[in-house]
């Protein structure tokens, strides 16, 4: 899963985070892993087919454009079992829990097929939102496509993504509406376990309003962390 489709807010609330505090120490925490490759994942903006492994659990800081959504997150991403997974976003403002969740159907690379849910909010009152997502993966190309209903209406979702190496990915994604965005960026993996995320939106609308978007990941393996102890290759 990795990143999700944000809800859209309004303006700010409550009392701003010490943002600089928790990046240096997500940046302390990350020095001390060790220094070798690892596998790429997620792309801006949408859910992504792939499954976080079994045991493994993701923590992530998220800052991004009010505009896009909630500007300042925390998001934790477990892997249950080989076919199912949960995330929960944490927002600061306004006050905010997020709940989603992944269920693979087609799991073995090249061919992946997901179903879940996202965005369920019932802090905002906001209704679990549905989407099913097929992936293409090889050793250097991702490619994605798939379908939200959110609210009333749905979404088309399509993205790409280029893995140079098991460090560098660059990424490009599309979702349908007026109200969406395109996106580009690319991923980072600075350590096995820490990587980050920065993008750019492009808003689909007629002004094509531009928002910044930056991401950094820190992986924990709660399970079957012996069996990992090399970086995995990108299939």
């Known amino acids: 899963m990795a990143k999700a489709l944000q809800i859209q807010t309004g303006d700010s609330r409550g009392e701003p985070i010490n943002l600089a505090a928790i990046i240096v120490i997500m940046i302390a925490v990350s020095a001390g892993a060790p220094s070798s490759l690892a596998t790429t994942k997620g792309l801006s903006q949408i859910v992504t087919p792939e499954l976080q492994p079994e045991g493994n659990l993701s923590l992530s800081l998220q800052i991004q454009d009010k505009r896009i959504a909630n500007p300042y997150e925390l998001q934790a991403e477990l892997g249950l079992t080989k076919w199912a997974e949960v995330a929960v976003f944490r927002g600061f403002q306004p006050d905010d829990w997020i709940f989603a969740t992944e269920i693979g159907l087609l799991t073995k690379e090249p061919y992946l097929l997901s179903v879940g849910f996202l965005?369920?909010?019932?802090?905002?009152?906001?209704?679990?939102?549905?989407?099913?997502?097929?992936?293409?993966?090889?050793?250097?190309?991702?490619?994605?496509?798939?379908?939200?209903?959110?609210?009333?209406?749905?979404?088309?979702?399509?993205?790409?993504?280029?893995?140079?190496?098991?460090?560098?990915?660059?990424?490009?994604?599309?979702?349908?509406?007026?109200?969406?965005?395109?996106?580009?960026?690319?991923?980072?993996?600075?350590?096995?376990?820490?990587?980050?995320?920065?993008?750019?939106?492009?808003?689909?609308?007629p002004k094509h309003d531009l928002f910044g978007y930056i991401v950094f990941t820190y992986t924990f393996h709660l399970l079957g962390g012996k069996k990992e102890s090399r970086a995995p290759s990108t299939k």
Do not use: M
Not at 137 to 162: C, D, F, P, Q, S
Not at 166 to 191: A, K, L, P
């Open 119 to 205: 965005n369920w909010s019932p802090h905002l009152n906001v209704d679990p939102q549905p989407f099913i997502e097929a992936g293409y993966y090889t050793e250097h190309h991702k490619v994605i496509a798939g379908a939200l209903h959110a609210g009333y209406k749905n979404e088309a979702i399509l993205g790409y993504a280029y893995d140079f190496t098991q460090t560098w990915r660059v990424q490009v994604v599309w979702v349908s509406g007026s109200e969406n965005s395109s996106t580009i960026g690319f991923t980072c993996n600075i350590t096995r376990d820490f990587q980050f995320n920065p993008a750019l939106y492009v808003n689909n609308g």
